[in-house]
């Protein structure tokens, strides 16, 4: 099988500097977009993800507004914050970086960020537009997976999509997304009986299960288009997906690698957020 690697760092590139004129033009109108992130504790990996969606911002060049905070902070304390940015006038985006620590309620929070700068997508107001297919801002890593595919000239409309998960940071949203695309879907999940027997009807299969190598070749029909959606370590503490890349390569026409797929462009999608969010406040000043 010919199969075509999907470049997702090169697509994210390619994104961005399309946002880089978009921001270019805002700044024109006087507006620069904003992203306030806050980040409560010290989780290494949050850190890391904080991180480079600061230097995404100033790539794009857009503002960003950094909130870290000790661990020991309060509820009341980040929801006072969420009020103040949501009232800030240079701040169009806030993404409350998760998991938060154990004594603060993600929901109450996430609840309180003023869903037009709900730029992770997860406020219940957004999440309802997407499933009744009103215009809102969609979580960012499901709307990666829609622009790989878009970018890839891959087909959607008609196909038998195939979505392994269905939380509600990946499997729900992008199965959302890939219906209103025209596709027909099949999400699966833990209790899915005969998983092999669905698999292998898909022309489309979405990962995100969050286990090592999970789908291998043998699961799958040839000529399949494989976007693999899970971060994690093997036994050699290497980033891998969910997929087995190396079996489901020699029967996929289309493959995700990870690192290199879906992940760069999550951080893009966050930037386009922005950016929509930015134009649709509008009034704002430099
Ligand atoms: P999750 O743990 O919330 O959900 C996993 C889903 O997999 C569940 O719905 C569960 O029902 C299903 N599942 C578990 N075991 C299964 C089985 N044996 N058969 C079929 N389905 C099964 O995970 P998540 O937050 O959706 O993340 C999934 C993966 O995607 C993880 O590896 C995560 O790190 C990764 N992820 C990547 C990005 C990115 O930017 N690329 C963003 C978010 C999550």
Redesign the pocket.
């Known amino acids: 099988m010919n199969t075509q690697i999907i470049d997702g760092k090169l697509i994210a590139e390619t994104i961005k500097s399309e946002l880089k004129n978009k921001v270019l033009t805002l700044k024109e109108q006087s507006i620069t977009p904003g992203l306030a992130v806050i980040l409560v504790g010290e989780n290494p990996a949050s850190q890391v993800y904080v991180n480079n969606k600061k230097k995404a911002c100033e790539y794009v060049g857009m503002k960003s507004f950094s909130y870290e905070l000790p661990a020991q902070t309060s509820e009341k304390e980040v929801l006072d914050l969420v009020e103040t940015l949501n009232n800030d006038n240079h701040v169009h985006g806030i993404l409350v970086q998760l998991p938060l620590p154990k004594h603060m309620d993600e929901q109450k929070i996430i609840l309180k960020i003023d869903p037009a700068k709900d730029v992770d997508g997860f406020h219940p107001q957004n999440v309802g537009a997407l499933s009744i297919g009103l215009e809102g801002l969609v979580s960012?890593?499901p709307a990666?997976v829609i622009e790989l595919l878009k970018r890839s000239e891959i087909e959607i409309a008609g196909k038998h999509c195939v979505v392994?998960?269905?939380?509600?940071?990946?499997?729900k949203p992008v199965s959302l997304l890939l219906l209103r695309e025209h596709a027909t879907v099949t999400i699966?999940?833990?209790?899915?009986k005969n998983?092999e027997t669905v698999l292998k009807q898909a022309d489309i299969v979405i990962?995100?299960?969050?286990?090592t190598k999970?789908i291998t070749g043998s699961m799958l029909k040839p000529g399949v288009v494989v976007i693999d959606?899970?971060?994690?370590r093997d036994e050699n503490g290497k980033l891998c997906?969910?997929v087995d890349f190396k079996s489901c390569q020699s029967v996929a026409s289309h493959i995700t690698p990870?690192p290199g797929?879906?992940?760069p462009?999550?951080i893009a999608m966050l930037m386009h957020n922005c950016v929509l969010a930015a134009t649709n406040q509008g009034g704002a000043s430099n």
Do not use: Q
């Open positions: 960012c890593t990666g392994v998960g269905r939380s509600n940071i990946v499997g699966c999940h833990s209790r899915t998983l990962a995100a299960v969050g286990i999970f959606v899970g971060i994690n997906g969910d990870v797929g879906v992940g462009m999550t």
